[in-house]
């Protein structure tokens, strides 16, 4: 039986570390040998197949081969070309926030990415019986929170969590989650998080994020690069938020976005820290606690990077760090196994992002100061354009009559 355990956490180590690599190459963070360069060879190959066929999906929606199902309300698009990193999340709550303050009912439709689902035998027992499919799971009615970030997914109930009268639903179907949306909670305006890909479901106004710290990767198409669809399709934004910004000028990123897209509204922001959250008890605390702090820090996000500059860039020394694949659940015992470490390198606080921190069971006693980073979006260029497309959505009419 221990052999049995041994191999499987042996299989597993390897899977965990191949993914890394694998990351890595995509990322172009591996240091370049042999290896590297004939496995990138590889995965290049693999991007000429799936730059195909985003290509022929996206031309047969374009002339109607397949349709798209508009619902008789309005749907804002929010979405990025890239892979994770572009800091979305915050961007959906803040327009979901300000659109709910001037009186629209929202939804945001969620496709639940790393959610609990009833999985491929429940899906075939329903066939075999002709069951009908499962409703849409509705994390938040607006009033209350009904689930977990184990079945809801982490971004889902982060904003249903941080939105007290937004509605937010997953289903991997948008279409049927807008329906029940409409139906059952009266909503009036759709809000699709991560839906740049989502085509069969028609948005009136579409939001592309790009982060300006790593606009397109190297170019490629996954997946040997980052990119979902190619960069031309920068085309299809109403409005380009660039994201991660640090207000100083880029103008090679000027000049891809307006040779793809000379009309779109640039909206320019960054994503500060806040504050500390405790863990344990939602108390918050000042970021000045971080100067000249010794920190250990662990995150499951696209690009780990991020966080850790945003701590030392506070003035905190990392003394210990540890890196998983991006939305990876942690278990008790690898908890356990960093918060050892944190305590054996001198580390004063452990941190981690407001994203991984849903994934860690409420009762989880760390030991020691444990904290999580709380973001908020600020809007560094465009602000008028920002409250001209709140405006539009809110107010058609009185936005078209300003416009004449």
């Keep these: 039986m221990n052999n049995i355990r041994r191999l499987k956490r042996r299989i597993s180590r390897g899977i965990?570390?191949?993914?890394?690599?694998?990351?890595?190459?995509?990322y172009d963070r591996a240091e370049p040998n042999f290896w590297v360069r004939a496995y990138a060879v590889f995965l290049k190959a693999l991007s000429?197949?799936?730059?195909?066929?985003?290509?022929?999906?996206y031309a047969m929606y374009k002339n109607r081969i397949f349709r798209d199902a508009p619902l008789g309300c309005l749907v804002v698009v929010v979405g990025n070309l890239t892979v994770g990193g572009?800091?979305?999340?915050?961007?959906?709550?803040?327009?979901?926030?300000?659109?709910?303050?001037?009186?629209?009912?929202?939804?945001?439709?969620?496709?639940?990415?790393?959610?609990?689902?009833?999985?491929?035998?429940?899906?075939?027992?329903?066939?075999?019986?002709?069951?009908?499919?499962?409703?849409?799971?509705?994390?938040?009615?607006?009033?209350?929170?009904?689930?977990?970030?184990?079945?809801?997914?982490?971004?889902?109930?982060?904003?249903?969590?941080?939105?007290?009268?937004?509605?937010?639903?997953?289903?991997?179907?948008?279409?049927?989650?807008?329906?029940?949306?409409?139906?059952?909670?009266?909503?009036?305006t759709l809000v699709l998080d991560d839906g740049f890909q989502y085509l069969p479901l028609r948005g009136q106004l579409q939001l592309l994020l790009v982060d300006k710290?790593?606009?397109?990767?190297?170019?490629?198409?996954?997946?040997?690069?980052?990119?979902?669809e190619p960069v031309s399709h920068l085309k299809r934004a109403s409005y380009i938020f660039l994201t991660k910004s640090d207000g100083s000028p880029d103008p090679e990123l000027d000049r891809i976005i307006r040779t793809y897209n000379p009309t779109a509204e640039i909206i320019e922001c960054s994503h500060k820290p806040s504050a500390l959250v405790d863990f344990s008890t939602g108390a918050?605390?000042?970021?000045?606690?971080?100067?000249?702090?010794?920190?250990?820090?662990?995150?499951?996000?696209?690009?780990?990077?991020?966080?850790?500059g945003l701590?030392?860039?506070?003035?905190?020394?990392?003394?210990?760090?540890?890196?998983?694949?991006?939305?990876h659940r942690f278990d008790s015992s690898e908890l356990d196994s960093f918060f050892d470490k944190a305590r054996a390198s001198g580390a004063q606080m452990a941190l981690t992002?407001?994203?991984?921190?849903?994934?860690?069971?409420?009762?989880?006693?760390?030991?020691?100061?444990?904290?999580?980073?709380?973001?908020?979006?600020?809007?560094?260029e465009g602000a008028d354009d920002f409250e001209s497309a709140v405006e539009r959505i809110c107010f058609p009419k009185r936005a078209a009559d300003e416009d004449k």
């Design 213 to 228: 710290s790593n606009p397109f990767g190297n170019m490629g198409l996954l997946p040997r690069g980052i990119l979902r």
């Design 353 to 380: 992002t407001e994203k991984d921190s849903v994934r860690i069971d409420s009762s989880y006693d760390a030991g020691m100061p444990f904290y999580y980073t709380k973001l908020e979006i600020e809007i560094l």
């Design 48 to 57: 000429f197949v799936f730059e195909a066929i985003v290509r022929a999906r």
């Design 86 to 188: 572009t800091g979305k999340t915050p961007i959906v709550e803040k327009f979901a926030r300000s659109l709910a303050e001037r009186g629209r009912k929202v939804a945001i439709l969620s496709r639940g990415y790393k959610s609990k689902s009833d999985g491929a035998f429940g899906k075939f027992i329903r066939w075999l019986t002709h069951g009908e499919a499962p409703k849409p799971k509705v994390v938040s009615d607006g009033k209350r929170v009904l689930l977990d970030s184990e079945f809801a997914g982490d971004e889902p109930y982060m904003l249903a969590r941080n939105l007290p009268g937004v509605i937010v639903i997953v289903d991997k179907n948008r279409v049927r989650a807008g329906h029940y949306a409409i139906t059952e909670f009266g909503a009036d």
């Design 16 to 26: 965990e570390n191949f993914a890394h690599f694998t990351a890595d190459v995509i």
């Design 284 to 308: 918050r605390l000042d970021l000045n606690v971080l100067k000249g702090a010794k920190v250990a820090c662990f995150c499951a996000i696209a690009v780990p990077e991020s966080f850790e």
């Design 311 to 327: 701590l030392r860039n506070l003035g905190a020394e990392i003394v210990f760090s540890k890196r998983f694949l991006d939305h």
